[in-house]
C-alpha cells in the first residue's frame, strides 16, 4: 500500500520542492492550498495549476 501525504501548497518554491521531494520519496500526495487573503495571488494562481499537472504524471493519465 503507498504512503499517503498532504502537502500545504503556496504555489511558491518551496512548498513546490517539498510537493517534489515527497513523490519521489515515493507518497501518494494530496495538496492543499488555502486563500485567507494574503496579497500573493500569482502564487497561490499557480498552486493551483502544478499539483493537476503532476498528478496526471504520477498516476499515469
Not at 8 to 25: E, I
Not at 29 to 55: D, F, I, K, M
Amino acid at each position: 500500500m503507498k504512503r499517503s501525504a498532504i502537502v500545504l501548497l503556496s504555489g511558491g518554491l518551496d512548498s513546490a520542492t517539498a510537493l517534489a521531494m515527497a513523490r519521489a520519496q515515493g507518497f501518494e500526495c494530496h495538496t492543499l492550498a488555502v486563500s485567507y487573503g494574503q496579497r500573493h495571488s500569482a502564487e497561490l494562481a499557480a498552486a493551483g495549476v502544478n499539483p493537476r499537472c503532476w498528478a496526471r504524471s504520477s498516476t499515469g493519465r
